[in-house]
């Protein structure tokens, strides 16, 4: 299994209040995604990274922010959390970029519910 | 858009028996077309990558096909088994970018014993 740790697996919280997510990698690879999941979606993606302090928007990027200071970490914050947050978040891995053949790997995933 | 559509939503078949999963994808410019499973509670995991000059590729009892003329792809599972049962996503994305994947909703598949 590719090293990807996210953290933390479930969380709670309140509407209103900041959330960080955190991925990090034991792999050394370049690119980094940050994806959700919801029932009757697809993946759809947030952010991804293509380098330390590269980042870039994807399909679904409002209200959430990214940060990558270290190759191997990959944060997601949610600044002020809403009940539309609500969902699994997954974070990828790839040696080269995903659009290419390089292979997708995938964390366990975040459970987040906002109440 | 890029889209992909794939078919049935959901699927239950009994052990040992085989299926066969559709997508149809709506994705210019092709670069490949590739098929995860995802257990429940689980990450998605690839089963197989195939670029355009691909039109069978196989995992075990997991065989790929791609018929890039039609824009479809089908997953044939062959003597299914419990640990099969998860959702299967199918993913085409436009060549040449970091951000273009574009996933199916998936297949749910059930295998009762």
Known sequence: DAGITQSPRHKVTETGTPVTLRCHQTENHRYMYWYRQDPGHGLRLIHYSYGVKDTDKGEVSDGYSVSRSKTEDFLLTLESATSSQTSVYFCAISEIAGGNTGELFFGEGSRLTVL | ?113
């Not at chain 2, 997508?23 to 499973?37: D, G, H, I, M």
């Not at chain 2, 062959?78 to 297949?107: E, W």
């Open chain 2, 1 to 113: 858009k890029n889209q992909v559509e794939q078919s049935p939503q959901s699927l239950i078949i009994l052990e040992g028996k085989n299926c066969t999963l559709q997508c149809n994808y709506t994705v210019s410019p092709f670069s490949n077309l590739r098929w995860y499973k995802q257990d429940t509670g689980r990450g998605p995991v690839s089963l197989t990558i195939m670029t355009f000059s691909e039109n069978t590729k196989s995992n075990g009892r997991y065989t790929a096909t791609l018929d890039a003329d039609t824009k479809q792809s089908s997953l044939h599972i062959t003597a299914s088994q419990l640990s099969d049962s998860a959702s299967y996503i199918c993913v085409a994305p436009p060549g040449g970018g970091a951000d273009g994947l574009t996933f199916g909703k998936g297949t749910h598949l059930i295998i009762q014993p």
